[in-house]
């Protein structure tokens, strides 16, 4: 059962949906090349932790991207669901599947040391290369 403050969203298609814990508020960007390839740019997220709720895990599948790693994405229309540490369970969602919050604040930058020069956010933010990410989650 879902609680009043749990973030709700949904594929673009509607067959997968997904229920998170709302407890927090905080957007991070991904500027790594994988994300950037998988999206075609930043992956803007929301850390979800381990409490994630699928509906129509049927129309799953998942990406086995690295040692550390996995991606979901909805096989019917594409939509990407999560990145989620395999050893943690600790989900990453795109924040664009959720509904619209007024009290979201984009708050972190990794992978600050792979964004290439084309693009920049005008947001001053905590900014963590992909060596700093990996001492704080990463594989020992």
């Not at 994630?52 to 994405?73: K, M, P, Q, T, Y």
């Not at 939509?79 to 599947?97: A, C, D, N």
Request: glycine content about 12%; proline content about 4%.
């Amino acid at each position: 059962m879902s609680k009043p403050d749990d973030l709700k969203g949904q594929c673009l298609c509607g067959a997968i949906r997904i229920t998170a814990s709302g407890e927090s508020n905080a957007v991070g960007a991904c500027h790594c090349k994988t994300c950037r390839r998988w999206g075609g740019g930043p992956f803007m997220e929301i850390d979800c932790g381990q409490a994630v709720r699928i509906d129509g895990e049927e129309h799953l599948s998942v990406f086995n991207s690295s040692d550390w790693a996995e991606r979901g994405f909805c096989r019917n229309c594409g939509t990407h669901l999560f990145y989620r540490l395999k050893e943690s369970g600790q989900h990453m969602v795109p924040i664009g599947l959720f509904e619209d919050r007024d009290d979201l604040v984009f708050e972190r930058q990794v992978f600050i040391d792979e964004k290439p020069a084309y693009y920049h956010f005008g947001n001053k933010t905590k900014e963590m290369t992909g060596a700093e990410i990996f001492a704080m989650f990463g594989p020992d």
